[in-house]
């Protein structure tokens, strides 16, 4: 049965034909949810979100792009909307990391101390330089780099044609290369 059909009997009231769509699109909305949080249990509750969405409005649904495609942009647009507010609670809520934080990486097993120093200084400055880009790159950027989306369903999810989805990704991939070059960064590390 395809989506189509069943987006015609869930129309119907058939709870059963919503909960296929559900279980063949679970793990895309999950991990375009991820992609925008990062929070394996925010992107839970985003995708969550994005189902229960995504059956109030199945009336809209027009069948212009494919249900998937119309499912994680309703996804996409949660996970954005869940990003902002919980940006907004951390910054007033967590105090910066702790020095016994600091300590307790340096003991944990694994790597040496002056490897994990510099992995994690590594992993920093990656994550600072995605954060720094603009929300149009770092967007597209952290979807492409999720792997499950294509150039064009990450085009309808934000809006962009897929020439500019493209541009996007090249463009935020080298400006975070530059700026971990900038601080000292060699690209063999």
């Known amino acids: ?34 992609a925008a949080l990062r929070s394996p249990a925010d992107a839970e509750d985003a995708a969550q979100d994005a189902f229960l969405l995504a059956y109030r409005r199945l009336g809209s649904f ?10 994680l942009t309703i996804t996409w647009h949660q ?13 007033r809520m967590v105090p910066p990391k702790t020095e016994v934080d600091a300590m307790a990486n340096v003991a944990a097993a694994g790597p040496s101390p002056e490897q ?3 992995q994690d200084q590594l992993r920093r400055g990656v994550r600072d330089a995605i954060r720094a880009l603009s929300p149009k790159l770092r967007d597209a950027l952290l979807l492409a780099l999720a792997g499950d989306h294509s ?39």
Do not use: C
């Open 116 to 118: 994990a120093a510099a």
């Open 62 to 71: 027009r069948g212009d792009a494919s249900f998937k495609t119309w499912l």
């Open 1 to 34: 049965m395809t989506d189509a059909d069943l987006v015609a009997r869930a129309r119907q009231g058939d709870l059963a034909a919503f909960g296929e769509l559900v279980d063949r699109h679970r793990a895309s909305v999950y991990r375009a949810a991820l």
């Open 151 to 189: 150039y064009e369903e990450i085009g309808v999810m934000v809006g962009a044609p897929v020439g500019t989805i493209k541009w996007r990704v090249s463009e935020a991939r080298r400006i975070v290369r530059k700026q971990l070059q900038e601080r000292g960064f060699s690209d063999d590390r």
């Open 79 to 91: 996970a954005i909307n869940r990003r902002r507010s919980l940006t907004s609670v951390w910054r």
